[in-house]
C-alpha cells in the first residue's frame, strides 16, 4: 500500500497549522518548528511507500514529531540543557493561567493534551503515535483534565 503526493499534500494543506503549533510545543521555538514540519513532510513524501494504512495524519505526525525530538536531543547535545514543552505563545496572554497549568502537567499528559488540543489529533491516533490504547489515551486525557481543572480552581480562588 503507497500513500499517494496528494494525500501528503492534503494533509499538509488541512493541518499543517496544528503541526507547526505542536511542534512549537515540543521545541519552544516557531521556525524550528517549522523546520521539523517541513523535514517531516518531505520525509513522508519520500518513505509514502513505507506506509501501511491506517490514518495518513497520524503517520506524518509520528514522522514530524521524531524530527522535533531529533532537534531537542541535537540541542540537549549541544548545551546540555532538558527540553520541556512550552506553552506560553501558544496560548494568548488571556490564557496564561492556562499555559502555566499545561506547563505543570506530568510530561506524558502535557504531550497527549498537546498532540489532542494543539494537533487536533483523535484518540486512536495518538495511541498509535504513543504506543499506547486508545483507553489509556482516554485515561490519561481525563487525568490531565482533572488536574488542569484543579490547578486552574486554584488560581482562581488566590
Not at 506506509?51 to 514529531?65: D, F, H, L, M, Y
Amino acid at each position: 500500500m503507497e500513500l499517494s503526493i496528494e494525500e501528503i499534500q492534503q494533509v499538509y494543506e488541512a493541518r499543517q497549522t496544528g503541526f507547526v503549533l505542536a511542534a512549537t510545543a515540543l521545541l519552544k521555538n516557531s521556525e524550528a518548528a517549522r523546520d521539523a514540519v517541513q523535514e517531516g513532510f518531505a520525509q513522508a513524501l519520500v518513505a509514502r511507500r513505507k506506509w501501511r494504512g491506517g490514518s495518513a495524519e497520524a503517520w506524518i505526525w509520528k514522522i514530524v514529531q521524531r524530527k522535533a525530538l531529533d532537534e531537542i536531543r541535537r540541542r540537549q547535545r549541544a548545551v546540555g540543557l532538558d527540553q520541556e514543552f512550552e506553552t506560553r505563545g501558544l496560548l494568548s496572554e488571556n490564557h496564561s493561567g492556562l499555559a502555566e497549568a499545561v506547563a505543570a502537567l506530568p510530561p506524558r499528559r502535557r504531550a497527549m493534551v498537546f498532540l489532542h488540543y494543539f494537533a487536533d489529533l483523535a484518540y486512536p491516533d495518538i495511541a498509535k503515535l504513543c504506543g499506547v490504547s486508545d483507553g489509556t489515551v482516554a485515561a490519561t486525557l481525563a487525568q490531565a483534565r482533572a488536574e488542569l481543572s484543579g490547578l486552574l480552581e486554584k488560581e482562581v480562588s488566590s
